[in-house]
């Protein structure tokens, strides 16, 4: 696995980026939705909770949640609370990674096309996006959502849609992610990968040398 750098677009059409943790410096968000949500029952966050809710879509996080601690609410219950919480933060406060608009600019003036493939739900992705002044550098955005209720980055399915709706091959994608199991599914897709450093999936960054093809540990210096 080598360093990225802005070279490497050379002979991809398209890019697509994850959002929360790898364009977006939003886990800490999610990490304190986690904690408020889960104590408030007498329950505790672990490493093994955020890996599996961070690349679910909505509904399997609420049903796994559920499941795993016993807890009586409903999916859609779970599902509000935590909208509650995270809605205004995408709507005004989160914002992209040092580095990362330069990323867009140089890939846009290179022909490349920009995707996204996230977890996020789509009104949060279209609001922060706008936000921070990017929407329109992004062709179109595919959300687990799209996929089904049950779905998981762990599935390359996500990523084929992607690329499917601008008309590429996998190979000729380079998808961008900070999560482990995202970056698996991924290539199990045949496409190439770019592990992302975020601080709250540090161990994720480590998992996927073996795996990704390239490795971004911070936006500013990838884009110098």
Known sequence: MQAFALENLNGYKAVILDLDGTILDSMKVWNKVDEMFLNKRGFEVDDEYTDTVKSSSMQRSAEYTIERFGLKETPEKVIAEWQETVDEEYRHNIRLKDGVREFLEDA????????????????????CLTNNGVYGFFEDITTLEDIGDNANKNDPH????????????ASECLVFEDVFIAIEGAAKGGFD??????????????????VADYAIKDWKTAVC
């Open 108 to 127: 846009k003036a290179r022909g490349i096309k920009i995707t996204c493939a996230t977890a996020l739900a789509r009104m949060n992705a279209v609001e």
């Open 158 to 169: 996500i990523f084929l849609t992607a690329a499917d709706k601008l008309g590429l091959k």
């Open 193 to 210: 990968t770019v592990i992302v450093f975020d601080e709250l999936s540090a161990n994720d960054f480590e998992r996927a040398s073996n």
